[in-house]
């Protein structure tokens, strides 16, 4: 059995999981509860190799990262979709209104057939595994393209997948850009990509020539607002591991933070204290996470340089290395930033942190609102009216208030962008119908009153149902 689909072979593996799908129009509740299981077991049982080899595509990778963002955030989706799939599956009562009595009307959640993933490289098995499982649990067969970047990663899970998934249920596909274009162009049922907005708008595009529904998990600048009144030790407690797992290259990692003007400089400090306490040397120590590639390094470098050649101040939280080669990057601080260094112009991507002084929450608003929405945004206050005019006064794909990218990791809270951060969710049973048609069924017995309403028009039966309705 071939365990990674070439691009010869990707249009025979599409028609072959049409086919299949063909026949397994409604899967079970038990079928589909012994896929999830075969698929919780394929990472339970692998979990090391996993993060071995996550951490030869990253260079190195911590294992803790990947325990924390990859193995138990997709073990933990798996249990709360087995846990409730059976009521998701049920058909929804919905209500009939008395002139279209005697009737039913529910609404039954139906497989969409043939499911597109396109995974991104930052977290392999999570972003990968995670929408797998709601397509299953769902009832689809699915077809996942992976990124270029994490080879070793991509080969273990096909390797993993073939042995408990026929190609024509499941299939992972490998290759570079062109791979990726001819995988957007197939007639999905339904196309789901996570990464930067920019592919984002390509696979749209591909999707749209044959009317394939989209959910685009993407990204953006996600602001962190810190209240006055706030102490900044406790609010650096609370940002700081989301910003520094897996060095910063999380979709949903505090872009930059709008801080009191009178407390950066605190603020600058108790990110030193606490980033020194949980990595005491960055280039030396296996709980840091390399930066993916050489070129995602040096485009991290090019963000540094050109925001110090137009006037930022440079505040590295760790000794950095004079060895061009290391990929290991401490959480980097930016102050006296301005909206026209590429680092406030670009999502970030790495462990770089512009802080913005404000004098008045508005002022803070104000800029948020005139950006593109972003994928999330960060409250840190424990003053309610505070969290509540941050919270109605602007839009984001999801918010924390008083921690920071750990709503992902919910399983009932509904995850993705608005605007340019994406379209669509995900997780819990937002998720689950996402990846189903929510089909409507009206149904009537043997007794219908339809034929009161046949011509011809203006009788009085019509006259009283009119005046009983029209008001």
Same mark, same amino acid.
């Given at each position: 059995m071939t365990e990674i689909i070439t691009q010869t072979a990707l249009n025979e593996t599409f028609l072959q999981q049409k086919a299949f799908f063909a026949q397994h129009t409604y899967p079970s509740y038990q079928e589909r509860i012994r896929d999830l299981i075969k698929l919780k077991a394929l990472i339970v049982d692998n979990q090391d190799a996993f993060i071995a080899t996550m951490s030869e595509d990253f260079g190195h990778r911590s294992? !803790? !990262?990947?325990?924390?963002?990859?193995?138990?955030?997709?073990?933990?989706?798996?249990?709360?979709?087995?846990?409730?799939?059976?009521?998701?599956?049920?058909?929804?009562?919905?209500h009939i209104g008395i002139l279209f009595q005697p009737a039913k009307g529910q609404v039954i959640y139906q497989p969409k057939g043939v499911i597109g993933i396109i995974a991104p490289w930052n977290y392999p098995v999570f972003l990968t595994l995670g929408p797998l499982t709601t397509a299953l649990a769902a009832g689809n067969t699915a077809m996942i393209k992976m990124s270029e970047y994490t080879t070793n990663t991509n080969s273990l899970l096909a390797k993993l997948v073939a042995k408990v998934f026929p190609s024509n249920q499941v299939a992972i596909v490998c290759g570079e850009a062109d791979m990726a274009a001819a995988f957007s162009a197939l007639s999905f049922d339904h196309l789901f990509f996570t990464g930067s907005t920019?592919?984002?708008?390509?696979?749209m595009k591909a999707a749209a020539e044959n009317l394939v529904p989209v959910t685009l998990e993407l990204g953006?600048? #996600?602001?962190?607002i810190i209240d006055e009144d706030i102490d900044i030790k406790t609010a650096v407690s609370r940002l700081i591991l989301g910003k520094t797992l897996n060095s910063g290259q999380t979709c949903v990692a505090p872009d930059y933070i709008f801080c009191p003007q009178s407390k950066v400089s605190e603020l600058t400090q108790a990110f030193q204290s606490a980033y020194q306490s949980m990595y005491p040397n960055t280039l030396e120590?296996?709980?840091?996470?390399?930066i993916i590639n050489d070129g995602q390094k040096a485009r991290i470098d090019g963000l540094l340089t050109d925001a110090k050649a137009q006037g930022a101040t440079i505040i590295p939280l760790?000794?950095? #290395? #004079?060895?061009?080669? #290391?990929?290991?990057?401490p959480l980097t601080l930016l102050t006296d930033v301005n909206d026209d260094m590429s680092v406030m112009q670009q999502e970030i991507f790495g462990p770089l942190l512009p802080i913005i002084g404000y004098n008045n929450i508005d002022e803070a608003i104000t800029y948020i609102n005139s950006k593109p929405r972003p994928l999330a945004l960060y409250i840190c206050s424990f003053n309610k009216a505070f969290q509540q005019q941050v919270l109605l006064n602007t839009h984001a794909g999801g918010v924390c208030i008083n921690d920071a990218a750990f709503h992902v990791a919910i399983d009932d809270l509904p995850f993705g962008g608005i605007g340019a951060s994406g379209m669509g969710q995900y997780h819990g049973s937002e998720g689950f119908k996402t990846f189903s048609h929510g089909k409507s069924v009206l149904s009537r017995g043997k007794i219908s009153l339809g034929t009161l309403l046949f011509p011809p028009f203006g009788n009085k039966i019509h006259q009283i149902l009119f005046k009983l309705f029209i008001r």
């Open positions: 294992a !803790d !990262d990947s325990r924390i963002g990859d193995i138990l955030t997709t073990v933990m989706g798996i249990n709360y979709a087995i846990k409730k799939l059976k009521n998701w599956m049920k058909p929804e009562k919905r920019g592919v984002g708008k390509l696979v953006g600048k #996600s602001p962190t120590n296996d709980d840091c996470t390399c760790s000794p950095t #290395s #004079s060895d061009s080669a #290391s990929r290991k990057m």
